[in-house]
Every structure is written in C-alpha cells, then in structure tokens.
C-alpha cells in the first residue's frame, strides 16, 4: 500500500493503489458475500464435485467459481477462500469443518518450524497460506497448492542432515 500510494503521488496516477487495495482488501470480502448469498438460497454443494463426486449428484450444470461469477454479474471464475468454499459445501458446519482443517495445518506447521529460520519457514508457507486465505478450496490447497508439500518439507529440514544442508546454503 505504502508503495503504491507514492506511485500515486510521484505519477498522479490512482490504478496501483487501486488495484493493491480492491483486489486484497475488497474483492475478497465481496466474493465472500456472493458465496454465502448465492448459497444460503441455493443448495450445498457438500463435496460433490471432488471427493463424493461418485455417491452424491452436483446439483449444478458449472464450477462453483463460474457459479459465483455468473450470480455476481461479472462471469468471471469467482474463486474465494477456504471461508467461502466451506460454505458452500455445507453451510455453517462446512466453515467449522474447514475451519478446523486449516487450524490443524497451522498449528502443525507453526509446532514443526520452530528452531528453523524464519527466512525459510515463510518462504515455504506464504504461497499455500496465502491461496487457502483467499483463492482456493482447502483440499485443493492441501493436495495441489503445496500445503501438505510445505508440511513434508518443514519436518524434512527439522532432521539434522538437512538442516546442516540449510546452514551451509545460508553462509554461501
């Protein structure tokens, strides 16, 4: 913000600042609005397009992104964070659910990195923390956005051998 706001300043020109502030602070929390609206009329989606795809019907003809997008006007993908996604896959006892997951994860990797250097334990976690925040289903963040990835490699570098690996990368 700090940034773009000189960027403002020095070239008279409001689209840095505009783009920083709306797409973090705005965006999120209007597709979060649109989610919970578009499903607290509609019916769940409970899991049925991934995990109980094969024993449950998806009661819609699209994703839930493009789903979102179309119910919001902009027929963009509308993709939101685990907040969202929780709902709209089971309502309230989905956002405790997930909730709870992604608790889980954080405690795990904040107990797992301790004694690591802090260079290195936000390296590996932002991106993954960052999309279950705000752009991704939690599953999809834990199997192909890297958060179980991120898991496996904090307590790969808590064993000794690959912490001396890290120490001898850090002096160089």
Known sequence: VFLSSIFYF????????????????????????????????????HWSNSVLSGFLP??????????????????????????????????????????????IFVIMLEKYSNGLPLWFSISVTVVPLRSAIVSSDLFTVILTHGLLVTLIIILLFRNNRFRCTLSKFKES
């Open 10 to 45: 020095l070239l008279d020109n409001v689209w840095p600042v505009s783009l920083f502030v709306r797409r973090v602070l705005f965006v999120p929390a209007d597709l979060t609005y649109d989610y919970f609206m578009f499903f607290f009329e509609n019916p769940h989606v």
């Open 58 to 103: 998806y009661p819609y003809d699209q994703g839930i992104a493009k789903l979102i997008g179309e119910f919001n006007g902009s027929g963009a993908a509308a993709n939101n964070g685990f907040i969202s996604s929780g709902f709209a896959h089971a309502g309230l006892m989905g956002v405790i659910f997930y909730s709870f997951v992604f608790a």
